[in-house]
Structures are given as structure tokens and as C-alpha cells.
């Protein structure tokens, strides 16, 4: 304990938490107070009041310059062997402190405006809108740890100064935005899908803040422990399984919530993708053994997720659609598109330019290409050949629905006048949105896949992997492609991601190729707008499966199932198992 008071002291001196944590607070909530008297707009003084609580991070920026402006040392924690866990508990104690002192101003300026706020529509419930102020909290609270994240790499006052008035603007837009969303007469948004999408990512970038502090201060504290620097396998497996489930679980109430008053969850879907690979992102960027990362786009990766998050929390509690070639479109899915495709062109960019060191890594290097492009079309082929067994199956056990009519026409329609423009799109939309199949199977095959091989051996292990990954899906199951048949379409879900998992595991072992995998994700869920006939939207969502349905799907995915027993599957399963034995 002494040592954590006397690490936070040497982080954050007693006189400058003094200022900013209780005169800050009272100058702040004054100022509050004089505004609302003179009759200022509420939204005026709740903006003018965030941007005063976030001042404390450019006192903070000058504090950190003058105690580590040169050589970054630690005192009497110098050479210590706990130092950095010190250290790190310290920056914790730090962003507490920030974020109880935001939570003060606000609520404090809140309680001032509240009775403006009611008189003004905007707010029914005193629940709400005292949820509004948290999420408002949340917002400051994200925008100053994002500063502090970007200012702590500088040892000079311009450069950190720069990237300070950078990021202020840009929390600012996020503070007026969140307002603008709130503070609209008779609007009453619900705030309990912003509280929970803002407080997940918090929790991440203050992770983020934690492990930044560890790499960089790592070498000023005496000797490594063992395993400490060595292997972190164990530690970014948690990590990854954290962000890739703990998030999407997190994110089921919101669905739910969106579900029961039959507002559409595309955009769910969407972020869902990216939560596998931010989870690889995460593990990797703050292990110590993982050599030069492209980390220029692993951040336009989680800054995509981010954005899709927030998308979410505005899909279910400002909900809007259009018309587009006479369907009713989801505003926000629209919108999150233009953004995967804004960021699949910078990301991939940033990959392309990162150079082979960084992308044989991170595990984005395309080898073997000629194999690999006989794989993703092979998978073509087993996918209409999948269908055509489907189809024989649904005749001759006398199965007729909307299923099977899809699939008894889907030839029909492929040789159809429309299908050029469709393959085309599927071209075009492979172009612009492969960032979001990345994000899956970057988690499942390039970061789980071998995990799982190498401790239940290769066959078992991509069978669990299967399975794994199909419960991952049990939201979209009973809230997305099954609004009534949630139970079967789970069933069919964990058959489709079992059976397509084995092909996906022989392919990538066949040609340590991450994009191969890639590309086949990417086929089979878009050539759905082949088939449907450019209706991929409703063609995808609202299915009705019966129990008698589920032996189709068993026959029809028999081509992907006898991949399990070849050499390369038996084979490497026999390595695994001997490598075992040996040891």
C-alpha cells in the first residue's frame, strides 16, 4: 500500500489532485450555476461543461512533462521488482479519481439544468435523464483517456499540445453529437443503450491506457519476472475471449432491447463481425513478444468497431429507414456501410504500405496463391453443390416453405438477365467491405484455430472450434435470422459454422493463407444476393426452420464434412499427437 500511495504521488503530485479534484469541481459547478441563472441554452451549458471538465487533461499534460520531461524514472520505485504492477494500479487510481471527478461536475451541473431540461420536453423520466448525464460522463471520461493515450508518447510540449487541441475538437464533436441526440423536444431517447455501448468502450480504452503505460515504462523497473516477458499466451487468450464474447454478449440486452419494439438489428451484425479480430488486435498490441505489429491498421480496425457500437446504440433508440428500389432500407445499416467501406480502403492501405515484416506478424501476408485461389474456388463450387443436395433433400423428404422455394429457384435465377449486374456487385462489395470477414476469421482461424488444434488435436479441436464459433451467433439466431425458430436455427447455425469451419481449417492449413479463409466467408454469405436475386437484406433475416429441416442441413453440408479426413487433417492430427507423446 505504501507503495502504490507513493507511486501514485510521483504520477499525480497531492497538490495538483487537491486543485483539480475538489477546487476544480466547485469552480466548475459555480460556473454552471451562473450560466443557467443568466439563462444560457441547456445544451449550451451541458457542452461548455464538458469541455471545462475535460480542462484537467491539459493540466495534467503539463504536470506529466515536468516530472518526466526527459528520462523517464521512477524514484524509489526504480529497480524495484513491483514496480510497474505499482505503477500501473497508480494510472488506475488516476483515471478513478477523473472519472468521479467528471461524474461530480456533471451530475453536479446536471441538478442545476434539471429543471430547465423538464420544462424544455426534453426529458419525462427523472431515470433518463440523469442516464443522459451518465452518458455524458462516459463520453468526457473516453475522450480524455483517448488524450492522455496520444499525449504520452511526446516529450515535447509542441507535439503533445497539437495532438491535445486534435483530439479536444474531435470530443467536442462527440459531446454535441451525444447532446444533439438527447436535447431535442419530445424526443425522450431512451439513454440505457448509450450508457452501455459508451461504458464497454471505456472499459477498453482504459485497458488501452493500462498496457500503453506497461510497454513503454516496462524496462525502467529491475528485473523481468519470469513468464512476465516470455510467454503471454494464457494472458492474451483471456483478453481475446473477453472482447470477442464479453462484448458480444454485453451487446444482447441492446439487441433485445431493439428486438421487442421490431426495430431492425443489422448494424448488430456488423460490429459483431469486427469483435473477434479486435480481440486479436488488443491481445497483440500489448504482448511483449510479438515483434513489429501494423498498428496503423489494427487502429482503423477498433476505430470502425467503435463507430459500429455507437451505430447500434442510435439504430434502436432513433430508428429510421428509406426507400431504396422500393425496399425499406435501415438508415443507420446504410450509414455504418459507408463507413466499413471508408475504413476497409484505409485499413488495407495501411496494410500494403506496413511492409513483410509487419504483415508476416501480424499473420496478413498472402502466400501460396496459386493454391489458394483453386481453394476459394472450390469453395464455390461446394457451395452451389451444397445447395443443389439441399434442394434434392427438401423434394424427396417432402419439406415445401420459403427455404426451400429460395433454393429450388436459385439456378434460375443465376443464369438469369440480373445475374451479371449481381456477380458484379459481389465483386465490387468484396472490394469494399472485406474488413468485416476479416474480422471474424481473424479470430477464429488465424488466432483460435491453432489453440484449439494444438489442445484437443486437430480434428477435435476444429470441431469445438465449430461449435464455439456457432454459439457466438446465438444472438443474431433468435433475434436476426430467426425471429420465431430461434432453438432450430441455433442448431443449424452451430451445423453451418461446424461444417464450413472444417473446410475453412483444411484450407488454411493447406496454405497458411489468412485471406483464403477470408474469401470464402466472404462468398458464402454474399452470393446469398446471387441467389435471392439481389433481396439479400430479407432473403437473410426472419427465416422460419422447422425441427424436420435440420437432417437437410446435415446432408446438404456433406461435402464440407468429408474434408475431416484427409491427410492434412489426419496428418497434422498425427504430429500434434506425437509432439505430445514426445514430451
Known sequence: MKKLIKAYRVFTPDMYTLCAFLGGSVVLIGLGAFMNSVSIPPITIVVISCLLASLDILCDYFVFQGIFSNEFEFGILANSHNGLDVLRMGIRGDQL????????????????????????????????????????????????????????????????????????????????????????????????????????????????????????????????????????????????????????????????????????????????????????????????????????????????????MILCAMEITLPQTFEMNGTEVPYYYLISNYFVIVINIIFFIMVFACGKEKRTNAGLGFSNPALSIALVLLHIVLYFTYFLIAVAAFYLLGISDGEFDLMKDFVKVIFSENAPALWVGVILNLILSCVIFLGEEYGWRYYLQPIMQKKFGVTLGTILLG??????????????????????????????????????????????????????????????????????????????????????YLIGYVVMWGFIFTPTMLGNARKVKEAENVQ
Open 97 to 308: 479519481r477523473r472519472l468521479i471527478q467528471i461524474m461530480i461536475v456533471e451530475f453536479g451541473t446536471g441538478l442545476i439544468l434539471k429543471r430547465a431540461m423538464f420544462e424544455a420536453g426534453y426529458f419525462v423520466s427523472t431515470g433518463n435523464y440523469f442516464g443522459f448525464i451518465l452518458a455524458l460522463c462516459l463520453a468526457v471520461y473516453i475522450g480524455d483517456t483517448f488524450v492522455l493515450n496520444a499525449t504520452r508518447k511526446y516529450n515535447n510540449y509542441s507535439e503533445g499540445l497539437l495532438v491535445i487541441s486534435l483530439f479536444t475538437a474531435l470530443q467536442s464533436g462527440l459531446i454535441f453529437g451525444l447532446s444533439m441526440v438527447f436535447l431535442r423536444e419530445e424526443a425522450h431517447v431512451d439513454s440505457f443503450p448509450w450508457v452501455l455501448v459508451l461504458a464497454i468502450i471505456a472499459v477498453v480504452v482504459t485497458y488501452c491506457m493500462c498496457e500503453r503505460v506497461n510497454l513503454r515504462y516496462k524496462d525502467s523497473f529491475g528485473e523481468r519476472k519470469p513468464g512476465r516477458y516470455g510467454d503471454d499466451s494464457n494472458r492474451k487468450t483471456i483478453v481475446f475471449l473477453a472482447i470477442a464474447f464479453g462484448v458480444d454478449f454485453a451487446m444482447l440486452p441492446l439487441m433485445k432491447y431493439g428486438f421487442d419494439r421490431g426495430i431492425d438489428l443489422s448494424v448488430f451484425l456488423i460490429a459483431q463481425m469486427m469483435y473477434p479480430m479486435c480481440g486479436v488486435v488488443l491481445a497483440k498490441l500489448f504482448s511483449y513478444n510479438e515483434g513489429k505489429l501494423p498498428k496503423a491498421a489494427y487502429v482503423t480496425a477498433l476505430i470502425l468497431t467503435g463507430i459500429c
Open 467 to 552: 461449435i464455439v464459433w456457432g454459439i457466438w451467433h446465438a444472438g443474431a439466431d433468435f433475434m436476426y435470422y430467426s425471429k420465431e425458430s430461434g432453438p432450430q436455427m441455433l442448431v443449424v447455425q452451430i451445423i453451418a459454422c461446424v461444417s464450413m469451419g472444417i473446410f475453412f481449417a483444411y484450407a488454411y492449413m493447406k496454405t497458411n493463407n489468412i485471406w483464403v479463409p477470408v474469401l470464402m466467408h466472404f462468398f458464402n454469405n454474399n452470393l446469398v444476393n446471387v441467389i435471392s436475386g439481389g433481396n439479400m437484406l430479407n432473403a437473410m433475416q426472419n427465416k422460419v426452420v422447422g425441427w424436420n429441416m435440420i437432417p437437410v
